[in-house]
């Protein structure tokens, strides 16, 4: 079974950026829609972002919380996920995850933490 690998969480301050990675090695990465999601202290696992499968073109989806500031994209080539966080907020604080939506299939990675503070 597949697991993600997670990178690039740091503590930030607000209005910083950060990008996010998420590596799954497995021949199917392509053919999987992938999300973002995230899980703040005392709250449960929310979806942030999520992007098509590989093909000619990708689609993207955010949650009304990050539309505007969060890009996610994709590279099959190097089985990676990416998620680029700008305008951060103190409520953006959270340990984030790759899988695959809607239902998840790979398990869960250790996550990397993103903390937002001054």
């Known amino acids: 079974q597949v697991q993600p690998v997670e990178s690039g969480g740091g503590l930030v301050q607000p209005g910083g950026s950060l990008r996010l990675s998420c590596v799954a090695s497995?021949?199917?990465?392509?053919?999987?829609?992938v999300g973002w999601y995230r899980q703040a202290p005392g709250k449960g696992r929310e979806l942030v972002a999520t992007i098509t499968a590989g093909g000619s073109r990708n689609y993207a989806n955010y949650a009304d919380s990050v539309k505007g500031r969060f890009t996610i994209s994709r590279d099959n080539a190097k089985n990676t996920v990416y998620l680029q966080m700008n305008s951060l907020k103190v409520e953006d604080t959270a340990a984030y995850y790759c899988?695959?939506?809607?239902?998840?299939?790979?398990?869960w990675g250790q996550g990397t933490q993103v903390t937002v503070s001054s």
């Open positions: 497995g021949s199917i990465f392509s053919s999987n829609a």
């Open positions: 899988n695959t939506p809607p239902v998840v299939q790979w398990r």
